[in-house]
């Protein structure tokens, strides 16, 4: 017996191409090329295993393969990438450049690295400016200015603690496998179990968790009362397509 064919026709075969975004494409490209940028400098002049030890380092990794692969589908009109992706590395790089320009480089600080920040020079300075400064504040930038608002949702603050926590259990078990006086056995101060103990870093992990939480809802509730970019290159081409049957 025969059945009949559907008539329904997949919204990308009859919706236009959407037009290539340029100054997206550009924007994210040159903030991906800064992260990039900082983290060969830093595995270049220090020990490698070292420097990826670091959470800058692994969230500024997430900025150059998510940002540079976004900057690619803007140019080719490719739809953008998932909001839990996009929000998520925009989640921890913020992190990233509060926790060093209020934690690490304040003097007010009781985690104050400032006297060590200050003695970077030359190549190590740039760095330390593209992964703490330039990529955090560009990904907030490319986040309000160059995406469409209203795709973040509260779930998805909870889930993008799944990297901070991952992060915490790789610190903690690295520093208990190192032997003491190893080079940056506890990346952050406030990681430091010889200094803390567990209970101590326990407390200020959650402390920091709460704050990642926050941020996030903070994030989720700013795309949603944030306007639209102008451009209707932003759109997104379901709106188009909900005339198709």
Known sequence: MLTPRSSAVPAAAVLPPAPPRPYAAAFRGLIALAAATGLVIECVHGNVLVVLSFFTIWSNILVAVVLGWGAARAWNRRPPLPALWTGGVLLCISVVGLVFHLVLDNPASQFNQAAEIARLSGARAVANQLLHTVSPIGTALDFLLLTAPGA??????????????????????????????????????????????????????????????????????????????????????????????
């Not at 901070?164 to 496998?177: C, D, K, Q, S, T």
């Not at 402390?207 to 306007?227: C, K, Q």
């Open 152 to 245: 973040l949702r509260p779930r998805h603050a909870a889930q993008w603690l799944a990297v901070p926590g991952l992060y915490l259990a790789f610190a903690l078990v690295r520093g208990a496998l190192l032997s003491p006086g190893s080079a940056a056995r506890y990346t952050y101060p406030f990681l430091d179990v010889t200094l803390h103990g567990y209970a101590g870093v326990a407390v200020n992990a959650v402390v920091l968790g709460a704050a990642f939480y926050l941020l996030g809802l903070a994030i989720v509730g700013l795309d949603r009362i944030r306007p639209a970019p102008p451009s209707p290159e932003y759109r997104i081409s379901s709106e188009r397509a909900r005339g198709l049957k």
